[in-house]
């Protein structure tokens, strides 16, 4: 009954909709009609800037963070933290607030991370960031630290971690079909940051 209820909970908090309150009690906008139409903290970035951006990025992760801490304050197994992280994770997917519409689940998912471990948190959040300053494309990032840190997880002898690691690596790859599309054609979009922004920028004034 006691993870019942908090696999419930989790998923009640990670559908709590960041971005659409943010564009529409902020801005006035409904972020699904700008930008990629995603609810998520990549398109947050691109329709309302950096600072709103972030703090969508900041809520998003700590849904996750607690998301996956309700076990431990239900006195369970702190091993059961990873298992009902992953309801966060469709909460922010399919979330019951947006008609189960929802984003593509990253930054929930490093939430869960942050929970279970911090610093492997810090450093998957540090890979991830060096990827975007340098491509300047979110998806990259993401795609490449989930699918490196699930690989890594093997190495750690942890069989839950990993378990639960390949199993959000499938929800963002799925989550993130469209966006592998736009980049097998050369057509990703890319973020207002990074290096290859800056390339973009100095390129299109010439």
């Known amino acids: 009954m006691k993870l019942l209820i908090c ?69 369970l197994d702190r091993h059961w933290i990873l298992f009902i992280g992953i309801f966060a994770v469709i909460g922010h997917c399919f979330s019951i607030f947006l008609k189960f519409r929802g984003g593509k689940a990253v930054a929930t998912s490093a ?24 491509t300047s494309m979110v998806s990259v990032a993401s795609l490449t630290t989930i699918l490196f840190f699930t690989i890594a997880t093997l190495f750690l002898h942890d069989w839950i971690l990993t378990t639960v690691a390949a199993i959000i690596t499938v929800i963002i790859y799925v989550r993130h079909i469209p966006n592998i599309k736009r980049l097998l054609k050369g057509k990703e979009n890319l973020v207002p940051i990074g290096l290859r922004y800056k390339k973009q920028q100095k390129e299109q004034q010439k």
């Open 111 to 134: 939430g869960i991370l942050l929970a279970y471990n911090p610093l492997l948190f810090v450093i998957c959040f540090a890979f991830l960031a060096t990827i975007v300053y340098t």
């Open 7 to 75: 696999a419930i909970l989790a998923y009640l908090i990670g559908s709590f909709p960041t971005a659409y309150i943010v564009g529409k009690v902020f801005f006035h906008k409904n972020i699904f009609d700008y930008g990629s139409g995603n609810v998520g903290t990549t398109n947050a970035y691109r329709v309302f800037g950096k600072f709103a951006g972030t703090v969508v990025l900041v809520i998003d992760i700590l849904k996750g963070t607690l998301g996956a801490l309700m076990p431990v304050f239900f006195n």
